[in-house]
């Protein structure tokens, strides 16, 4: 039956594209920001565990997939089969534990034969096929991740830490020396070393966030989330109150902030 409706799916996308003007106008290039957007929506619906929403942008995500192969196959690049095949292909090549001999010892064996199969694949480095579009801790949790794979880690949460805290303390006397040495014709430079520090800090953030089995990206979306909630209680409230939210104090925001934390 999935075969059946997938195929009639197929057909929908393809008369689509050859009878709907906007459709007949889409180019690869033209859509690749709308199907980003779709995959978030689906992070977003796993996020709230709204599985009727999951459904839905999980199909928009499908359609995404099947219509950039349409676009593909019509400038003789690949088709759609070619897709499956693919990924059939590589599923089974990947996994030699479940379609071979191998043997592994649990997820973390699995993951390191994966990074090395890769590698025979024809890959020259084990941190490429990490697409620098990525959200920029994300990128660099999965970079960590790859490094780790191969050996090259901290052997030491403590020494993370360390290092965490060694990074804040050169972004902090990178930014002092910023401030007392403002008027200098090379403040560009400064401003730029600056910014070099701080995304040290980052980094060091996600390895420490990585040490303890978080992944960074997924935490700030929640903080992001609850900031967005906290604030919305605070502009509702000042509202309420008659008055606009810049004619409040901080004062008066910063009443009402403490109380969302115990909403949110």
């Known amino acids: 039956m999935t075969g059946n409706k997938f195929q009639?799916?197929?057909?929908v996308v393809n008369r689509l594209r050859k009878e709907c003007p906007w459709d007949r106008e889409q180019t690869n290039d033209s859509i690749k920001a709308a199907t980003i957007e779709e995959a978030y929506e689906v992070v977003e619906a796993i996020?709230?565990?709204n599985y009727e929403e999951l459904k839905k942008e999980l199909g928009d995500l499908l359609l995404h997939v099947v219509f950039h192969s349409t676009i593909a196959e019509e400038g003789n690049n690949f088709k759609l089969d070619d897709v499956i095949?693919?990924?059939h292909e590589k599923l089974i090549r990947r996994h030699p534990h479940v379609f071979g001999n191998t043997e592994v010892s649990g997820a973390d064996h699995v993951k390191k034969n994966w990074e090395a199969i890769k590698i025979k694949e024809g890959r020259k480095?084990?941190?490429d096929g990490v697409p620098a579009n990525l959200p920029a801790l994300q990128r660099a949790h999965r970079l960590q991740e790859k490094a780790s794979k191969v050996g090259f880690d901290w052997e030491k949460k403590e020494d993370v830490w360390k290092k965490v805290i060694e990074e804040i303390e050169e972004m902090h006397e990178s930014e002092n020396f910023k401030s007392q040495n403002s008027n200098l014709k090379n403040e560009v430079d400064i401003q730029k070393q600056l910014e070099n520090e701080i995304g040290d800090v980052f980094f060091a953030l996600v390895n420490y966030s990585r040490f303890l089995g978080i992944n960074p990206e997924n935490a700030l979306r929640m903080t992001n989330e609850k900031f967005v909630k906290r604030f919305k209680y605070v502009e509702e409230k000042i509202s309420e109150s008659g008055k606009k939210l810049t004619e409040?104090?901080?004062?008066e925001m910063d009443k009402y902030w403490e109380e969302s934390k115990e909403l949110y």
């Open 47 to 49: 996020d709230h565990k």
């Open 85 to 87: 095949d693919s990924i």
């Open 248 to 251: 409040s104090t901080l004062k």
């Open 8 to 11: 009639e799916f197929t057909e």
């Open 125 to 127: 480095s084990v941190v």
